[in-house]
């Protein structure tokens, strides 16, 4: 993602809400990623009261995002995908969401969708929350890039299952299953790119895993 990362980043550092930590891992990447990455240090180290850059070499996602979930400090954790694009009102708007339904595990939104023909679709449910029957049966509508989870909750169950294909269904289905829900706003807050790598469209793959 050497093509995508920087602009990944930047969409973190021009976020109106500025008490971020920024934790970037670079799994073992092949291309010119981490050279990018440099490029932003010095920009992330002015911007964040707390900014830590690590590359080493490739463990697979599920091990990484838990490395990074060691790490943090915050109350609050939204991952995002090094070729993903956050909302500047993003992190703002989801945090006094979580601050005054304090009884939500976590919070998502609508997400634009980025075609590699330069075509662009935003997707907006109409549910203001799922559960775990609903995660489960797949009549849920909840995007990674626009997540904002509690780290208790987390913590609770242990990360990421490090054994499961589809990593982020298998966390939001462990997150429910104790009758908590997963809140939906109808608002966009992440740019997911679409292209040739992308799990969700490796239907095989993906059937193989809920499976």
């Given at each position: 993602h050497e093509k995508y990362v920087k602009e990944t980043i930047e969409s973190i550092i021009n976020q109106t809400y500025k008490n971020i930590e920024l934790i970037v891992i670079d799994d073992g990447s092949k291309d010119?990623?981490?050279?990018?990455i440099k490029e932003m240090i010095p920009a992330c180290e002015k911007r964040f009261p707390r900014f830590?850059?690590?590359?080493?070499?490739?463990?697979?996602?599920?091990?990484?995002?838990?490395?990074?979930?060691?790490?943090?400090?915050?109350?609050y954790v939204s991952f995002i995908a090094s070729d993903d694009i956050m909302r500047t009102y993003k992190i703002e708007e989801q945090v006094e969401y979580l601050e005054k339904y304090t009884e939500t595990i976590g919070v998502f939104g609508a997400v634009e969708v980025?075609?590699?023909?330069?075509?662009?679709?935003?997707?907006?449910?109409?549910?203001?929350?799922?559960?775990?029957?609903?995660?489960?049966?797949?009549?849920?509508?909840?995007?990674?890039?626009?997540?904002m989870i509690r780290i208790e909750n987390i913590k609770k169950i242990g990360g990421f299952r490090e054994d499961f294909i589809i990593e982020d269904w298998v966390m939001w289905l462990d997150l429910t299953k104790d009758g908590g829900k997963l809140d939906y706003l109808d608002r966009v807050f992440a740019s997911y790119r679409r292209h040739d790598g992308n799990l969700s469209g490796q239907f095989d793959k993906m059937f193989i895993g809920r499976m």
């Open positions: 010119n990623s981490v050279e990018a830590e850059f690590r590359h080493r070499e490739n463990k697979g996602l599920c091990k990484t995002l838990n490395e990074a979930l060691k790490w943090c400090n915050g109350q980025l075609y590699k023909n330069g075509y662009k679709k935003e997707i907006v449910a109409n549910k203001k929350s799922y559960s775990f029957d609903d995660i489960f049966l797949h009549k849920h509508n909840l995007p990674a890039p626009t997540s």
